[in-house]
Structures are given as C-alpha cells and as structure tokens.
C-alpha cells in the first residue's frame, strides 16, 4: 500500500506534464500560423514572380505562453523547435499548406531592405527574397 503514494504522484505530475505540453503546442502552432500569414502578407506585396527563391533567416522564437510552462517544466524549451526558420525542413510545407510555394535557397548577392516589420526585415529584388525573421523575445 505504501507504494501507491510514489506511483499516483508519478502518474499525476505525468498527466500534468502531457497538459501542459499540449497546449504549448497548440499555442507555439497559432503563434507560428500568425507570423507565417504576416511574411505572406508582406511577400505578396512585393514579388512579381508566382515561384520566388527565398532564404529565411533566424527563427520565430517562442511565443509568450512558453515561458509560462518553462517555469515549471524547463525541457519544454528543448522540445519545442520554433520554426519556420533556418533550422528547419518544415519551412516549405508551411508555407505551401497557405498555397505559398517558394523555392529555398542561400542567396549570396546583396540585396536592398524592401520592408522592415516588428516580426521581420524582408530584403529582396522583385524575384529574390531574404526573410530576417526576429525574435521578439530577445528584444524584450
């Protein structure tokens, strides 16, 4: 009997984890969603091409509910991968899933700022664009 006491704090402090995880997802995944809708939003504008080459640097960073959670539980900050950005290979398939295609590559030439934004700097010619993507959470 005593070890239902250690097994049921076991189960719970699980049961919390997976929680609050979840809705680190789904709040990290809206977060995401938004910022992605900003950079369309701001392409769309400036390319004159329906497939523009496009290099995505640095990442969205996380959004402020983390922090919250990470308080608590600080491996969340190590599975959680905040994307788009260049750490990833997620990045086309979501922009495509807005039906926003783009061909990623590294762009060496050196390109004029076209848009600066609280989330990002866009630099770009018409058909090649560079995304500085900023943390917010830096900044604060």
């Keep these: 009997k005593l070890l239902y006491i250690p097994l049921f704090c076991v189960i719970y402090g699980s049961i919390t984890f997976l ?3 979840g809705n680190c997802l789904k709040q990290q995944n809206e977060y995401q969603n938004f910022r992605i809708k900003n950079m ?18 640095g990442n969205v960073g996380y959004c402020k509910t983390i922090d919250l959670a990470v308080e608590k539980y600080p491996v969340i900050r190590q599975l959680l991968v905040p994307m788009p ?12 899933f807005y039906n926003f295609v783009f061909e990623k590559s ?3 030439s050196e390109l004029q700022l076209l848009k600066s934004t609280y989330y990002h700097d866009i630099y770009g ?5 560079i995304i500085e993507l900023k943390d917010i959470n830096e900044c604060l």
């Excluded at 939003?41 to 329906?50: A, F, G, V």
């Excluded at 950005?85 to 495509?96: A, K, P």
């Excluded at 010619?125 to 664009?129: M, Q, V």
């Design 19 to 21: 929680y609050t995880f």
């Design 40 to 57: 369309i939003s701001d392409l769309n504008e400036l390319t004159t091409t329906s497939k523009p080459t496009i290099e995505l640097k």
């Design 85 to 96: 950005g260049n750490n990833g290979f997620w990045d086309e398939n979501m922009f495509y």
């Design 106 to 108: 590294e762009i060496e």
């Design 125 to 129: 010619d018409g058909n090649n664009f």
